[in-house]
């Protein structure tokens, strides 16, 4: 185990450039939360420069990726009418994305959460999300990504021990914000066209 990771710290700094492309290009077939879980363990022991280095490459990396996806989705927007039958079933949920902050809030924890990133990411170019808005509100999602799972590398780097009597109670807790942000989501899906009847709209 030390000498896998003694050849994974002498490549830390690449796999923190290439790791979020390269999971974005396989998908779900490379697990991502493991992977920076690793990498908070190898900047954990780097020293504090090189810690640095790496946690930043990683934010630098997976935001790159993020626009490239959210680029993906502007290429795809006006190509959209070729499907009829798609675009009359995403154009309504895509207009909410656009013009709801909620949705844009929604993408922090979708973003921290295997929550299908890649359709967020794509669903709001499609959905014409400004740029600028885009940019930053991705920022600090990529930013609380690496600090939760990062950081549980870096904590289970100093802690090893208790890794194995923190992993059940972790797990459960994850499952439950699993469920508790895909009920948020389903809730706010069924509520919107409530509000804009209220409203008249």
């Known amino acids: 185990m030390d000498g896998l990771l003694h050849t994974l710290q002498a490549h830390a700094l690449l796999l923190a450039l290439v790791l979020p492309p390269a999971i974005r290009l396989v998908g779900h077939w490379l697990p991502e939360e493991p992977l920076l879980v690793a990498m908070g363990v190898l900047a954990q022991r780097s020293?504090?420069?090189?810690?640095?280095?790496?946690?930043?490459?990683?934010?630098l990396s997976n935001a790159v990726t993020d626009h490239v996806v959210f680029g993906l989705g502007r290429v795809l927007a006006p190509r959209l009418g070729r499907w009829p039958r798609v675009e009359s079933r995403l154009r309504p949920v895509l207009?909410?994305?656009?013009?709801?902050?909620?949705?844009?809030?929604?993408?922090?924890?979708?973003?921290?959460?295997?929550?299908?990133?890649a359709a967020w990411l794509a669903g709001?170019?499609?959905?014409?999300?400004?740029?600028?808005?885009?940019?930053a509100v991705d920022?600090?999602?990529?930013?609380?990504?690496?600090?939760?799972?990062?950081?549980?590398?870096?904590?289970?780097?100093?802690?090893?021990?208790?890794?194995?009597?923190?992993a059940k109670p972790?797990?459960?807790?994850f499952l439950l914000a699993v469920v508790a942000s895909v009920a948020a989501v389903l809730l706010w899906r069924r509520l919107a066209p409530a509000s804009r009847r209220s409203a008249g709209i």
């Open 47 to 59: 020293a504090p420069p090189e810690a640095v280095a790496i946690l930043t490459l990683l934010w």
């Open 139 to 166: 920022g600090a999602a990529v930013a609380l990504h690496l600090l939760v799972w990062c950081g549980l590398g870096w904590w289970a780097g100093t802690h090893a021990a208790l890794v194995v009597d923190v």
């Open 95 to 117: 207009e909410r994305a656009a013009s709801s902050r909620w949705a844009l809030a929604a993408f922090v924890p979708a973003r921290v959460l295997p929550l299908g990133r």
């Open 170 to 173: 972790a797990t459960a807790w």
């Open 124 to 135: 709001f170019g499609v959905a014409g999300v400004a740029y600028g808005t885009f940019a």
